[in-house]
């Protein structure tokens, strides 16, 4: 049995009431190897193991760990990494996943000149290529609701500053957010509830009369977003990132969860990828925030090569 394995044998249950975040002791040098790629465990790394309601402090001690200013190994050991599919191990530590990176201190905000370049160089082909089929999408589009084709919606952005993103109108004109406030409100009294929740007390918005039958189609396949390429361009988003998030829901949010405005907001990201409508609200601030501190071009082309048949397969979409 290996170091990981012993870790979540000796553990307290993850569906205990109380948080399970621990900071795991330092094992000896070499002491066993841990997950797919075989590094052994030094004793540089820093090793978090908590539960289903260790996410708040799973962040608060990977911020300790970034604010030493220090480059670290980080492992994080916890069932939801096996819920979602995020799993280096691929179920071989028991009811446990592992998500591993290493940390290394940010001196800026955004995403860099390596991120900036990716997005470019992928982004900009894309837009050609896409343009085509823009074209012939937009006639649909108009007939299918008042208004123009693409439109602007005010998001918050890195540094916690409002910006413009576009987006292909997917809703019948002249409907106001009351609905999706009522939605986000509901979400945010009880966090530990997803959007996909069986519970009667959660308002879900699959069946949201706003949405044209168009507009359902295209977001199935997040046909709407495309739109933000433009943005990606702009440079006020980026293609992988946390979701960019409105304005009023800000204001709901705790201040573990803002680490994620450190970071330019993407197209893509952890929680689209592996969480898409599927997680709890806290489950989804956790991801986004999780990119914060993980987020690097190995992670980038990881996320970029698994959003095209997270696209395709329109699992999770609402």
């Known amino acids: 049995m290996n170091a990981a394995a012993k870790l979540a044998e000796n553990s307290p249950s993850p569906y ?7 900071a795991i002791r330092k094992p000896k ?37 970034h604010n030493t200013g220090e480059t670290k190994r980080v492992i994080l050991l916890s069932p939801f990494f096996k819920k979602i599919g ?10 446990y996943g592992q998500f591993s990176f290493t940390m290394r201190p940010r ?3 955004g995403n860099g000149w390596i991120g900036r370049s990716l997005d470019l160089l992928f982004a900009v082909p894309f837009c050609l290529l896409w343009l085509p089929f ?20 005010e998001r918050i952005g890195l540094g916690e500053k409002p910006f413009k993103m576009f987006k292909y109108r997917t809703m019948r004109a002249g409907t106001d957010d009351d609905v999706h406030r009522a939605y986000l409100k509901t979400l945010y009294d009880d966090q530990t ?21 168009l507009g359902a189609l295209l977001r199935k396949f997040s046909i709407d977003e495309i739109a933000q390429l433009w943005n990606v361009i702009k440079g006020n988003m980026s293609l992988i990132g946390p979701r ?63 959003t095209p048949m997270k696209v395709l397969s329109g699992s999770g979409a609402v």
Not at 16 to 22: A, F, R
Not at 134 to 153: C, D, I, N, Q
């Open 244 to 306: 960019p998030c409105i304005e009023y829901e800000l204001d709901c949010m705790e201040g573990w969860q803002k680490n994620r405005f450190k970071v330019t907001p993407g197209i893509s990201g952890m929680w689209q990828v592996y969480g898409r409508c599927v997680c709890s609200i806290e489950q989804s601030h956790f991801l986004d925030n999780l990119f914060y501190f993980a987020s690097g071009p190995r992670l980038y082309l990881q996320l970029a090569l698994k």
């Open 107 to 109: 001196r800026n905000m």
């Open 86 to 95: 995020l799993d280096e191990t691929q179920g071989s530590i028991g009811d």
């Open 134 to 153: 823009h074209l012939l999408l937009m006639p649909f589009v108009r007939k299918s609701t008042a208004g123009t084709g693409v439109y602007e919606s």
């Open 29 to 65: 040098l070499g002491e066993t190897k841990l997950g797919q790629k075989e590094k052994a465990i030094s004793e540089n790394d820093h090793v978090i193991l908590f539960g289903e309601n260790g996410f708040e402090g799973a962040i608060k001690e990977l911020t300790k760990i």
């Open 193 to 213: 509830k997803s959007a996909l929740d069986d519970s009667e007390d959660v308002l879900k918005l699959t069946d949201d009369p706003r949405v044209t039958p």
């Open 16 to 22: 205990d009431s109380k948080p399970t975040l621990k």
